[in-house]
T-cell receptor, first 115, second 116 residues
Framework: DGGITQSPKYLFRKEGQNVTLSCEQN?????MYWYRQDPGQGLRLIYY???????QKGDIAEGYSVSREKKESFPLTVTSAQKNPTAFYLC??????????????FGQGTRLTVV | AQSVAQPEDQVNVAEGNPLTVKCTYS??????LFWYVQYPNRGLQFLLK??????LVKGSYGFEAEFNKSQTSFHLKKPSALVSDSALYFC??????????????FGAGTRLAVHP
C-alpha cells in the first residue's frame, strides 16, 4: 500500500535525551514536512524539505533537527534543547514544487511524552 | 501575514441536522484551500480542496465547502450530520513564499460534536 509510515506510535523520553522519530513514504513525493500538534494550537511547522539533501526551518525549529539523505525518509530528532517536547508529531508529504494544488498526505503520528 | 482562522473551538449539532464549520483566511494572491479531518490519535485525512472554478466543491463522506472570495472564507458544510462525523476539523491554505517553497498553513482546528 502507498502511504506514509511514522514510527513509533508512542515514544517516551527522559529529560536530557535525544530521540529520533521516523517518517518513511513510498509515494515518490519530493516534499516532506514535520508538524507539531498541541491541544488548541493546531499544527505548527517544524521543518520541511522540498528535495533530497535540502531542508528548511519552519516556524518552531528550535530544539529539533532533521536530515533528508533519501527521498523516502525524513527523520526528526528532538534534542535535549527542546524544553517542552511533549506533543503529537505529524509527518506529511506532497508531490513538491509546481504542484501546489495537490493535497498533502499525513502519517498516523507519533505521540512523544517526557517522563 | 498569511493566516487561517477557525473562529469556533467547538461546534455542536444534532444528528440529521445540517452542519457548518467556519474558516477564513488571509493570504496574498490566489489561495489553494483544503479541509482535513482528524480522529483521535490519528493523522489527518484529506476531505476536499478548492483550487479554481466552481465555488462549491464536494468532497469525501458527503462534505462540501463554499469558497467566497469577497469574504475570504471557505466554510465546510454537510446537509445532514452523522454521529460518526464527530472529529477535529482543520482548514488549511497553501501559500507560496520566498524561495519557491510551498507551505501549508493550518487553522487551530474545530471540534465537531454530533449528538444522537
Amino acid at each position: 500500500d502507498g502511504g506514509i509510515t511514522q514510527s513509533p506510535k508512542y515514544l517516551f523520553r527522559k529529560e536530557g535525551q535525544n530521540v529520533t522519530l521516523s517518517c518513511e513514504q513510498n509515494l515518490n513525493h519530493d516534499a516532506m514536512y514535520w508538524y507539531r500538534q498541541d491541544p488548541g494550537q493546531g499544527l505548527r511547522l517544524i521543518y520541511y524539505s522540498q528535495i533530497v539533501n535540502d531542508f528548511q526551518k519552519g516556524d518552531i525549529a528550535e530544539g529539533y533537527s532533521v536530515s533528508r539523505e533519501k527521498k523516502e525518509s525524513f527523520p526528526l530528532t528532538v534534542t535535549s534543547a527542546q524544553k517542552n517536547p511533549t506533543a503529537f508529531y505529524l509527518c506529511a508529504s506532497s508531490p513538491g514544487t509546481g504542484t501546489w494544488s495537490t493535497e498533502a498526505f499525513f502519517g498516523q503520528g507519533t505521540r512523544l511524552t517526557v517522563v | 501575514a498569511q493566516s487561517v482562522a477557525q473562529p469556533e473551538d467547538q461546534v455542536n449539532v444534532a444528528e440529521g441536522n445540517p452542519l457548518t464549520v467556519k474558516c477564513t483566511y488571509s493570504v496574498s494572491g490566489n489561495p489553494y484551500l483544503f479541509w482535513y479531518v482528524q480522529y483521535p490519535n490519528r493523522g489527518l485525512q484529506f476531505l476536499l480542496k478548492y483550487i479554481t472554478g466552481d465555488n462549491l466543491v464536494k468532497g469525501s463522506y458527503g462534505f462540501e465547502a463554499e469558497f467566497n472570495k469577497s469574504q475570504t472564507s471557505f466554510h465546510l458544510k454537510k446537509p445532514s450530520a452523522l454521529v460518526s462525523d464527530s472529529a477535529l476539523y482543520f482548514c488549511a491554505v497553501r501559500a507560496p513564499f520566498s524561495g519557491g517553497y510551498n507551505k501549508l498553513i493550518f487553522g487551530a482546528g474545530t471540534r465537531l460534536a454530533v449528538h444522537p
